[in-house]
Structures are given as C-alpha cells and as structure tokens.
C-alpha cells in the first residue's frame, strides 16, 4: 500500500457491523489495497490505540476480514499483543465472571457482562502460522468480545432492554459534557 490510509470507526447500525464475516485467505488484502498481513496489523493496533481501545475487529472498521487484533497494553498480560485470523474458541470454562465491558463501536456505553473466565482458542497470526492459546481473565474477556463481532455480534445484545437504556442515557450524559465543555477530563475507561 503506498500511501498509508487511515482505518475509521464505522457507525454501530452500519450493516458491516451487525453481519458474520466469511473466513479469511490472504487474496483478500490486495482487494483491500493492503500488501500483507503485518501491514493490515499494524494499521489495526494504531487505529486501535488511537481509540483508545484493548481490542479492534477488522468490521469495526469497514473492513471485511475474519480478524481482530488485541492487547498491547503493559497493564494487560505484560503488553501481550495478538493478532488474530479466522479465530475460533474451541473451548470455555464453566466458571464465569460478570465485568463490565464497552465497545469502540459503542462510544461511552459500559454494560456488566457475564462470559467464561477462561478460553481455549485457536488463530491464524499475523505471519499466516496457525496458534492455539489458553486465555484467561482480561485476554479471555477481549478475544470473547472480538470474537462476538466477526459472528456479527454486538456487546449490547448481551444485556436487558432496561441495562441497555439506562447504559446510552449515561453515555448521552458524557457526550453532552463533552459537547459542552471541549476541556472536560473524564477518566477513560478501556474498549473494544
């Protein structure tokens, strides 16, 4: 790719969105107008920080590959960073755990959601090599919730019309500080 575009945030009601995303092979990169799959990674983690988020799927962005990237953040598994082709979780733990989650796609909107703790998962890498990965906690958390969108699933479908109503009213709130005040300091809360 020669001159480099920026990856943007598609609107939640975009149909790229709410849609599975066939499997992934690499002839689609080209159509893309990407020259591999480092190069597609890398634009997916700077977009990703860009939005302040600890996880982008590749539909989040308008783009139609079966991908995600996560992590790279210290706070996180040590920086652990993964990019993630054709993810598939082969298995969950029954023991499960209710944390609240946000969306980049979802601007401000947190929702309490309950998801295994632990996951058995395997991927396609950045370099095309197979992986499989034990995740557990807050990695676990993150590749449940990319994983939602490339089967075309958003977070908010996890919770109660009344959870999800109160959820934008709140996220209205900020937007109006925000609007109102362009100096105003909120403590960000991290997305995916």
């Given at each position: 790719?020669?001159?480099?575009?920026?990856?943007?945030?598609?609107?939640?009601?975009?149909?790229?969105?709410?849609?599975?995303?066939?499997?992934?092979?690499?002839?689609?990169?080209?159509?893309?107008?990407?020259?591999?799959?480092?190069?597609?990674?890398?634009?997916?983690?700077?977009?990703?920080?860009?939005?302040?988020?600890?996880g982008?799927?590749?539909?989040?962005?308008?783009?139609p590959?079966?991908?995600?990237?996560?992590?790279?953040h210290?706070?996180?598994?040590?920086?652990?960073?993964?990019?993630?082709?054709?993810?598939?979780?082969?298995?969950?733990?029954?023991?499960?755990?209710?944390?609240?989650?946000?969306?980049?796609?979802?601007?401000?909107?947190?929702?309490?959601?309950?998801?295994?703790?632990?996951?058995?998962?395997?991927?396609?890498?950045?370099?095309?090599?197979?992986?499989?990965?034990?995740?557990?906690?807050?990695?676990?958390?993150?590749f449940?919730?990319?994983?939602?969108?490339?089967?075309?699933?958003?977070?908010?479908?996890?919770?109660?019309?009344?959870?999800?109503?109160?959820?934008?009213?709140?996220?209205?709130?900020?937007?109006?500080?925000?609007?109102?005040?362009?100096?105003?300091?909120?403590v960000?809360?991290?997305?995916?």
């Amino acid at each position: 790719m020669t001159d480099k575009k920026e990856l943007k945030l598609i609107p939640p009601n975009d149909p790229r969105v709410l849609t599975a995303i066939a499997p992934f092979n690499d002839v689609m990169l080209k159509e893309e107008g990407f020259k591999d799959r480092k190069e597609l990674s890398d634009m997916m983690f700077d977009a990703m920080k860009k939005y302040g988020g600890i996880g982008l799927s590749a539909n989040q962005v308008g783009l139609p590959f079966n991908m995600f990237v996560m992590g790279g953040h210290l706070q996180i598994e040590n920086g652990l960073k993964m990019t993630c082709f054709n993810p598939m979780i082969i298995s969950t733990s029954e023991e499960t755990v209710l944390m609240e989650e946000g969306c980049l796609t979802f601007p401000f909107v947190f929702l309490k959601i309950t998801r295994p703790r632990k996951v058995v998962v395997k991927y396609e890498d950045e370099n095309g090599d197979l992986k499989e990965a034990h995740l557990d906690g807050m990695m676990s958390r993150i590749f449940q919730h990319e994983y939602d969108h490339m089967l075309g699933r958003v977070f908010t479908e996890r919770a109660s019309k009344m959870k999800l109503d109160r959820a934008y009213k709140k996220a209205e709130k900020i937007m109006d500080i925000l609007q109102k005040d362009k100096n105003a300091k909120l403590v960000e809360k991290p997305m995916s």
